[in-house]
């Protein structure tokens, strides 16, 4: 079952902050966060875990909410180089291959 | 090796032939994961290597999917018979643990894009 991402898409300009969400109907193991630029391959940002604390890479962090089966990523004064689609990937068993959702289109403007 | 390398990166196949595709995991990777990306889509998995041994193929769509990896290292994801819906961006990643271990970094390649004429 496919995850929900929120917004679909977002605009911003540099230095403006952007959070994107990503929910899921059935209880979450784990998320994973992946950035796609165009025509590129996923890159690894980080990998959140059921009871895990917030995590952080640089002005990129995230954080797990188990109640609400959401996971939400924080980016904070945005640059030109986090342009691109932000997937998670959601795993709902210990050890089950993860559903990615259908990302977040994220625009930063000079 | 620098990362994990597929080809060719494009693919124009004629409706009805067969292709194949191939992925160069990170050396000394043990998983490798298949999943196809359809244009403004996220990535869907189609299958799972543990070292040679196929462990997961659920996400394979059809019997004209196929998928190797028979030393464990470099893998092979054939389409027979191709039909115009396999049109989409081919997906490789490995990663170092084996699947029930804590979770994992996934390392995706670049993807092969197979266009169906």
């Known amino acids: 079952q496919q995850p929900v991402q929120s917004p679909q898409a977002v605009i911003l300009r540099e230095g403006e902050d952007a959070v994107i969400n990503c929910s899921s109907s059935k209880a979450l193991y784990s998320v994973h966060w992946y950035r796609q630029k165009h025509g590129e391959a996923p890159v690894f940002l980080m990998i959140l875990l059921k009871g895990g604390e917030q995590k952080g890479h640089e002005k990129i962090s995230a954080s797990f909410n188990e109640k609400k089966q959401q996971s939400s990523l924080y980016l904070t004064a945005s640059q030109l180089s986090y342009s691109g689609t932000y997937f998670c990937g959601t795993e709902y068993h210990y050890g089950q291959n993860f559903v990615f959702g259908p990302g977040t289109r994220l625009s930063v403007l000079p | 090796g620098a990362g994990v390398s597929q080809s060719p990166r494009y693919k124009v196949a004629k409706r009805g032939q067969d292709v194949a595709l191939r992925c160069d995991p990170i050396?000394?990777?043990?998983?490798l994961f298949w999943y196809q990306q359809a244009l403004g889509q996220g990535p869907e998995f189609l299958t799972y290597f543990q070292n040679e041994a196929q462990l997961d193929k659920s996400g394979l769509p059809s019997d004209r999917f196929f998928a190797e990896r028979p030393e464990g290292s470099v893998s092979t994801l054939k389409i027979q018979r191709t039909q115009q819906e396999d049109s989409a961006v081919y997906l490789c990643?490995?990663?170092?643990?084996?699947?029930?271990?804590?979770?994992?970094?996934?390392?995706f390649g670049p993807g092969t894009r197979l266009t169906v004429t």
């Open positions: 990643a490995s990663s170092t643990e084996r699947q029930g271990a804590p979770p994992y970094e996934q390392y």
């Open positions: 050396s000394g990777h043990v998983s």
